[in-house]
């Protein structure tokens, strides 16, 4: 088995963890194969997008989500670390309005797994952070939402210490800084 899946506190979000190959040439791991994917996770995904991006240190991307046409995104980091976020938007879960944060990075290779209903977001740890992931829909950026990445009622602890150690704030997109609470988002069901 290429990697193992683990759940987080909110059971349908999945850390994998990959089985690395590693000696004083460098390492080797199987990012992606459908069918381990599929005995790990339970989840028979069809991906259909691959995206990459780079951040610089404090950036935070999110919280997105696609109202129509959902998406289901398997991510990883590349170069650098970031804190990563998935938040369950699904009204009828008992689960609704909870949070989970993991660190993904180059050195602990990890992903993660966030099916169609939850909002996901990353703040960039690292000087830089090259982040990539797969989706099982392709974007539609008239059904793309954003959720306040610092809602109250969410109060996800996002590691912000090292900025307010030099006095800066989260570098946010124009979309994210003016999205809506939990209160007030369109959300799924």
Same mark, same amino acid.
């Given at each position: ?11 349908? +979000? ?53 109202? +129509? ?16 976020? /998935? ?11 909870? %949070? ?5 990075? /180059? ?5 993660? %797994? ?34 306040? %990445?610092?809602?109250?009622?969410? /109060?996800? /602890? %996002? ?8 006095? #800066?704030?989260?570098?946010? @997109? @124009? #979309?994210?800084? @003016? ?5 007030? @988002?369109?959300?799924?069901?």
């Amino acid at each position: 088995m290429p990697y193992t899946a683990t759940p987080t506190a909110l059971p349908d +979000v999945l850390v994998l963890e990959p089985r690395v190959f590693g000696d004083a040439r460098g390492f080797f791991f199987e990012s992606y194969s459908r069918r381990d994917f599929l005995t790990a996770t339970g989840v028979d995904a069809d991906f259909v997008q691959d995206n990459h991006s780079r951040s610089v240190q404090g950036v935070l991307r999110g919280l997105h989500y696609q109202l +129509v046409k959902p998406q289901g995104k398997l991510v990883r980091v590349t170069q650098g670390s970031v804190w990563d976020v /998935a938040v369950d938007l699904r009204r009828h879960s008992p689960h609704f309005g909870r %949070w989970v944060g993991v660190e993904l990075s /180059a050195e602990n290779k990890r992903q993660l %797994w966030v099916p169609p209903g939850f909002g996901h977001g990353f703040l960039t740890l690292s000087e830089s952070a090259e982040f990539l992931y797969k989706t099982t829909d392709y974007w539609y950026p008239e059904h793309e939402r954003s959720l306040l %990445w610092n809602d109250v009622d969410l /109060a996800i /602890a %996002w590691p912000l210490q090292d900025l307010a150690a030099v006095g #800066k704030q989260p570098g946010l @997109a @124009a #979309k994210d800084a @003016a999205a809506p609470s939990l209160k007030h @988002a369109e959300l799924y069901g």
